[in-house]
Nanobody, 124 residues
């Protein structure tokens, strides 16, 4: 099973940018759909962005489609989430998840492999 570790979170002012990284070990991510979810306090975990195994398909939530991009570097076994023009409502814990040989699934129950999460806080 693949192990996932997120990094890159932090405190940023509104309008700023962050790049989150999800580093994988144990398996090569080229065989996985890789996705990002986020969970704000008191809210359900929600889909943010994902890229299918093989990289043929990318999905991004409508709420962040203009701000966020997802990419993968198979050589580094890492997936990135570039977040621009951040807003206070983007404050959440961001999680990376993986599903082998799959298209992007938009619900958390579609994934068995998760990272520990990284906190993103956007101040107004």
């Amino acid at each position: 099973q693949v192990q996932l570790v997120e990094s890159g979170g932090g405190l940023v002012q509104a309008g700023g940018s962050l790049r989150l990284s999800c580093s994988a070990s144990g398996r090569t991510i080229s065989s996985y759909a890789m996705v990002w979810f986020r969970q704000a306090p008191g809210k359900e975990r929600e889909f943010v962005a994902g890229i299918s195994w093989g990289g043929g398909s990318i999905d991004i939530a409508d709420s962040v489609k203009i701000q966020f991009t997802i990419s993968r570097d198979n050589a580094k076994n890492t997936v990135y989430l570039q977040m621009n023009s951040l807003k206070p409502e983007d404050t959440a814990v961001y999680y990376c998840a993986a599903r082998p040989y799959s298209k992007v699934i938009l619900t958390p129950d579609g994934y068995a492999s998760w990272g520990q999460g990284t906190q993103v806080t956007v101040s107004s």
